[in-house]
């Protein structure tokens, strides 16, 4: 049982240069005096290269940010045409929701406008948008009444790159399924 103990704590020393405890058996355990201290004052270093997800969230939405006002189709065009599959939660003749693959709770549904008419991000909306942006929190508001969550849920909208706004085609997020804390990330 030693020999596994001080086996896990090497594993665990060696994938994080940490250790949580230090192992000396008794001597009616084990017939050989055995003690290990891997209290290190000054662990090995180790280099390792590691993709956050903050920093792929980020780089993500700079690089977007570069063909924002292009005119180029997004993937939500591509959505709205039926060429990318989409778990669609609700449709009428100027909306479209539709779960997002990468959820942040168990409730996440993107609601974006079939036409983009220049809306790519809020921060760009003018006086004609008024009338889309109306419709588009009234179908969070049916969202969130068809999945369950409309005692309680969110709707957030990134707006720019500094916001982490990755597709520029005027969205907004409906979460909800579990408790929201204050203040978001």
């Known amino acids: 049982m030693a020999a596994l103990t001080s086996f896990a704590l090497l594993r665990n020393f060696a994938r994080t240069g940490r250790t949580v405890a230090s192992v000396r058996p008794s001597p009616k355990l084990s017939p050989y005096p055995t003690s290990i201290n891997f209290l290190t004052a000054n662990p090995p270093r180790r280099f390792v290269c590691r993709a956050s997800a903050k920093h792929d969230e980020e780089a993500a939405a700079k690089a977007a940010a570069v063909n924002a006002d292009t005119g180029a189709p997004t993937i939500f065009d591509k959505i709205i045409a039926k060429e990318i599959p989409s778990a669609i ?97």
């Open 89 to 185: 939660v609700y449709e009428d003749d100027k909306v479209l929701a539709f779960k997002d693959i990468n959820p942040q709770a168990p409730v996440h549904v993107l609601v974006i406008p079939k036409f983009r008419d220049g809306l790519t991000e809020l921060g760009k909306a003018e006086p004609r948008h008024e009338e889309i942006l109306g419709q588009l929190l009234y179908a969070a508001r049916i969202v969130a009444e068809k999945e369950g969550i409309v005692d309680g849920f969110r709707v957030v909208i990134n707006s720019g790159a500094s916001a982490c706004q990755s597709v520029y085609h005027f969205h907004l997020h409906v979460i909800g399924g579990r408790q929201m804390k204050w203040p978001p990330g």
